[in-house]
């Protein structure tokens, strides 16, 4: 599966709640999240915690750039989290804890983030799943027009991923 996608400094999460509903996004509720990032070679692998009831597998692979990029992934359903972390952490090693509350929105096919890490602060993600190659285009420029609705500037945008934080 692909997306694309966008990070960004946002230090107002109200004004973000109050922008996406303006826009008519649907408030889908709020999320926390525990990501366990695991060593390895390519991408990124991550044991996700979705409200203690919902666990999955996650690898991605997206270039660390700024600006809207295209994000390879695969999700698989854990049912055993704990025995997962405990033999990829011996297998491999955990890499990184990042600990996020999300406040999540939906905007068609667009995912909107509005994020408080643990640590890090305030921040902004749009996710644009890509249905199909044709949608690429359209994903992608959706994605721009967020972009300048939530008044984004290129000094804003981040490049790689929380757990590249220090």
């Known amino acids: 599966m692909q997306n694309i996608e966008i990070k960004a400094k946002y230090p107002s999460p109200e004004k973000g709640i109050v922008l996406a509903k303006s826009l008519g996004a649907s408030d889908e509720g709020i999320l926390h999240q525990i990501d366990t990032y695991f060593n390895v070679d390519r991408g990124r692998l991550k ?12 690898h991605y692979e997206r270039p660390d750039e700024d ?7 695969s999700i698989v359903p854990v049912p055993d989290p704990q025995a997962l972390k405990a033999v990829l952490g011996q297998a491999i090693g955990i ?6 509350r999300r406040q999540l929105f939906l905007y068609d096919e667009v995912r909107i983030h509005l994020d408080h890490v643990t640590g890090l602060g305030d921040f902004l993600e749009f996710e644009g799943v890509i249905q199909h190659d044709a949608s690429k285009d359209a994903t992608h420029a959706k994605v721009e027009w967020l972009v300048n609705q939530f008044g984004l500037t290129s000094q804003d945008l981040l490049s790689g991923s929380y757990s590249d934080m220090p």
Do not use: H
């Open 67 to 73: 600006g809207p990029k295209t994000s390879s992934y």
């Open 47 to 58: 044991l996700r915690e979705i409200n203690d009831s919902e666990f999955q597998l996650i």
């Open 95 to 100: 890499w990184k804890v990042v600990e996020k």
